[in-house]
């Protein structure tokens, strides 16, 4: 009889108190394991939204990709594109605007404009992509689901754009007409987006040159070294900000994502502090329950060791089984939670808050292993070191 | 003549207590020859279990000595009393004292577990000692299936497991009726009657009849 044998039997015959310890730990664990999946869920998310749009380096006039133009853009990008690393370099404008079309109420867009030779930074979902530039006389555009729900628009549909709140301007509407529907990683849940090449963006704003982008976009070649190209293009200017994938999370994890990190690494002490008085306190429970017995075993000559690792099993089994149970109940609860945090304003449809890493995986378990161990110590030393005459004795006059 | 299995040497036993120390055991000298059988009454508080503690290496004297098999076992370390309680010496208590989570069987393989008995022998010594005790039909039931009778005729069987060369038992009729107490008497007999040396203490005058020698204890004393 191995002291596994002899813990399993004693969880086994002791089913209800085994039973409430793995329900404690199960829940606590559940709780502990969304901490760990929140404490890096947003950051990895939103790292894998900017590694999705298949640019490495972002180039922006000030601190903190703010939407200020970039004076003499083109000639930047230009400069840039002629980098032997790069591969592909996007100019991108924002603009507000209006989409109209027969029959249905005008609505409110954020209108796109882009150069560059390949696809993005969004994700096809039907239809065609716009091409690097618009036919003459032409406007192609992609729009979001949402924009395409909400006017009931699909690849080949026609649409009128107006830069700008058509009442506030003067600027002739475009007709345009749908190339294709697709998934604007950064646009939040019900934002009305349409993007279009830059030659057809300048010609909506009513532009005779190539107006100044507020945000470059620059795509390495395979193997190319990220801060090698960055400080070649930091070299072009002065007052230009060049950022790598890394420096963009970096600056989000400082900035916003560290309030996130401190809450979960707050609750996840919380909860592992809730793991360990819960264990604790029904081993303590269960060895002063079985002092008697205990005593016995050890003036049979049961040796300590032997009984310690018993207790340990104990705590093993209660311990691990809850914190293998708490994946499951974490996960459905993470996804309760995603969907929940996800419905505040603003937010890119597409960012999570909870996400699975195995980091997260190894450390849920590691931290119950250390508690299992932890809350067995104490139940272990008063089993080592009971008195066994005394007790034996206490337990026959008791 | 027989050599001791052990062997009390003007042994004293103090506990110390809150209200001032109390002499449990005073200056007692006993000993067990291999084979001996002997029964030790008294009245309650007397001290009985405090000397069968003492004499079965569980506890120390807080003075004097105990030889177990001409070893002091004030001198040896708790891991060598721990063996010297696995293998040399079987305890049968009051209580049972049975895992309540293993089976007869399982009771009476933990200590050849323990002892490190291949599983083979373990499971061969088992079956004899449930014979021996009556109770083979019963080996795969727990405690809790078991009358008093049975549990104590199961740890009689434990203890004997390891084949000790003492039994120590502590009232092993203390929680039995009168007739379920004198088939253990009858147990204890045929124990005795196979070589195995017997120290038990009872208020039972019945059971200490079967005793090859009595002692009487009064107030941690030892008296013929």
Not at chain 1, 28 to 43: E, P, Q, T, V, W
Not at chain 1, 61 to 85: K, N, T
Not at chain 1, 277 to 302: D, F, K, P, Q, W
Not at chain 2, 188 to 197: E, K, L
Request: with cysteine.
């Amino acid at each position: 009889m191995t002291p596994f044998q002899l813990a399993w039997r004693t969880t086994k015959r002791y089913r209800l108190r085994a039973m409430l310890a793995i329900a404690g730990v199960t829940v606590i664990g559940a709780l502990l394991f969304d901490m760990l999946l929140l404490s890096d869920g947003l950051l990895t998310s939103f790292a894998d939204l900017l590694t999705a749009e298949g640019f490495e380096i972002r180039v922006v006039m000030h601190e903190g990709l703010s939407r200020v133009p970039i004076p003499g853009a083109p000639a930047i990008a230009a400069s840039i594109a002629a980098f032997a690393e790069v591969d592909d370099v996007a100019q991108i404008r924002m603009e507000p605007g209006s989409a109209c079309v027969a029959g249905k109420q005008p609505a409110r867009v954020t209108i796109v404009g882009r150069t560059q030779s390949r696809p993005g930074p969004w994700r096809l979902l039907s239809g065609d992509n716009v091409p690097a530039r618009a036919p003459d006389g032409g406007c192609p555009i992609v729009i979001g689901k949402p924009l395409a729900n909400a006017l009931d628009l699909r690849p080949g549909s026609p649409v009128t754009l107006t830069a700008r709140p058509a009442a506030a301007t003067v600027i002739p509407p475009l007709p345009c007409r749908v190339s294709g529907v697709v998934d604007f990683g950064f646009n939040a849940v019900n934002e009305l987006t349409a993007a279009m090449p830059m030659n057809a963006f300048e010609r909506l704003m009513g532009e005779d040159h190539p107006g100044d982008a507020e945000l470059i976009l620059v795509a390495l070649r395979p193997g190319a070294d990220v801060p090698t190209v960055q400080h070649e293009i930091s070299t072009l200017r002065s007052d230009l900000r060049v950022y790598s994938t890394e420096d963009v999370v970096a600056q989000f994890n400082r900035n916003a994502f560290a309030y996130f990190r401190q809450i979960s690494a707050v609750l996840s002490f919380l909860t592992t502090t809730f793991a360990f008085l819960l264990i604790a306190t029904l081993l303590t429970v269960s060895v002063n329950h079985r002092l008697g017995e205990i005593a016995a075993l050890r003036a049979l000559g049961i040796a300590r060791r032997r009984i310690a690792a018993m207790l340990l099993w104990e705590s093993a089994l209660l311990v691990g089984v809850g914190a293998v149970l708490a994946l499951p109940v974490g996960g459905v609860l993470a996804i309760g939670l995603d969907h929940i945090l996800r419905q505040m304003p603003g937010l890119p449809e597409r960012l999570h808050f909870f996400v699975f890493e195995t980091r997260a995986l190894v450390i849920h378990f590691v931290v119950f292993l250390v508690t299992a161990t932890a809350a067995a110590a104490y139940p272990i030393w008063l089993s080592a070191t009971l008195p066994i005459a005394p007790t034996l004795r206490r337990e026959v006059v008791g | 003549m027989a050599s001791p299995v052990v062997e009390a040497r003007g042994v004293t036993r103090v506990f110390p207590m809150a209200a001032g120390p109390v002499t449990a055991v005073n200056g007692v000298s006993l000993h067990v020859d291999a084979g001996e059988y002997v029964a030790i009454t008294g009245p309650s508080g007397c001290g009985k279990s405090t000397l069968l503690h003492l004499v079965g290496c569980v506890d120390t004297p807080t003075s004097g000595s105990i030889l177990f098999e001409s070893r002091n076992v004030a001198q040896l370390s708790e891991s060598d009393r721990s063996r010297i309680r696995l293998t040399r010496v079987g305890f049968v208590f009051q209580r049972f004292f049975l895992l309540p989570m293993l089976t007869a069987a399982e009771n009476v393989e933990l200590p050849q577990s323990e002892a490190g008995a291949p599983a083979a022998d373990r499971r061969a010594r088992t079956h004899e000692l449930l014979e021996y005790v009556g109770l083979a039909d019963r080996r795969d039931h727990l405690p809790s299936q078991l009358s008093g009778g049975e549990m104590q005729r199961v740890a009689i069987a434990r203890a004997l497991a390891n084949r000790p060369a003492l039994l120590v038992a502590d009232e092993p009729t203390g929680e039995l009726d009168e007739a379920t107490g004198d088939h253990v008497a009858e147990l204890f007999d045929r124990v005795h009657a196979d070589g195995t040396a017997i120290l038990l203490v009872t208020h039972n005058a019945a059971l200490a009849a079967h005793a090859s020698r009595r002692l009487t204890m009064t107030s941690g004393r030892l008296g013929a």
